[in-house]
């Protein structure tokens, strides 16, 4: 691997065997691509560099705006400190009230409801409606 020392993504990944071999002119293209790009890729970060300290003074001037719904943010705090103050248990219930149900009694089990078949339909003497007829 190659790189221009200081130049970030300048690096050129050639296979050793590429080296070695031959006359090292895919090497050399490689090499002569990159070098052409960096002007490019200047060009690129500056613009980078610009929106982002476009970005950073936008984010500045937001912290010194006050927040625009400051007084509907205060009614809904109000509102909710209201509400809370309805639902607080009073001091003198210290502890819950029981479960109404004993927590080691299981649940009750209930059936799955499936629809019948065309053979139940028959052995209950339904067989002169349809299936289709039963669930409308």
Do not use: K, L, S, Y
């Given at each position: 691997?190659?790189?221009?020392?200081?130049?970030?993504?300048t690096e050129v990944r050639v296979p050793i065997e590429h080296v070695l071999d031959g006359d090292g002119?895919?090497?050399i293209r490689q090499i002569e691509n990159r070098l052409s790009s960096i002007p490019d890729r200047i060009s690129k970060a500056q613009l980078e560099l610009q929106e982002h300290q476009r970005s950073l003074e936008d984010a500045q001037r937001s912290l010194t705006t006050p927040f625009k719904h400051t007084e509907q943010l205060g009614a809904a705090r109000g509102a909710l400190a209201a509400v809370d103050a309805q639902l607080a248990i009073p001091r003198h219930f210290p502890n819950p009230p029981p479960p109404l149900t004993d927590p080691n009694t299981p649940p009750i089990q209930r059936p799955a409801l499936t629809r019948?078949?065309?053979?139940t339909l028959a052995q209950a003497?339904?067989?002169?409606?349809?299936?289709?007829n039963l669930w409308n």
């Open positions: 691997m190659f790189q221009f020392e200081g130049i970030p993504e002119v895919g090497v019948p078949d065309r053979a003497g339904t067989d002169d409606r349809t299936e289709e």
